[in-house]
Nanobody, 123 residues
Framework: QVQLVESGGGLVQAGDSLRLSCAAS????????MGWFRQAPGKEREIVAA????????DYTNSVKGRFTISRDNAKNTVYLHMISLKPEDTAVYYC????????????????WGQGTQVTVSS
């Protein structure tokens, strides 16, 4: 069982930066592939970035490549999402999620979810 708690969201202006954090409980954090998803009003939840267990291999959705960076600190049981050059279309609730296995974009493949943190980017 893994419990996830996100933090770091807020209201920023276009072009600003934010770093989201997701703290995980449990002693096997390093064994989980971690993903960041987001859900904008009226839209489906979509994956933003993921980082694989053990290898640290990362993957990003096209719309955030070059602007967002996912990283993890296994000693702190924490995964981060560093976001730069934020755009109004990045406005959403951001969720972190965990799963055993390789990176996948399939929302249903992630077993554990946090409660989400709101990111609002004004123009």
């Amino acid at each position: 069982q893994v419990q996830l708690v996100e933090s770091g969201g807020g209201l920023v202006q276009a072009g600003d930066s934010l770093r989201l954090s997701c703290a995980a409980s449990g002693r096997t954090f390093s064994s989980y592939t971690m993903g960041w998803f987001r859900q904008a009003p009226g839209k489906e939840r979509e994956i933003v970035a993921a980082i694989r267990a053990n290898t640290g291999i990362t993957d990003y959705t096209n719309s955030v490549k070059g602007r967002f960076t996912i990283s993890r600190d296994n000693a702190k049981n924490t995964v981060y999402l560093h976001m730069i050059s934020l755009k109004p279309e990045d406005t959403a609730v951001y969720y972190c999620a965990a799963r055993y296995g390789t990176i996948t974009y399939a929302r249903s493949s992630y077993n554990y979810w946090g409660q989400g943190t709101q990111v609002t980017v004004s123009s």
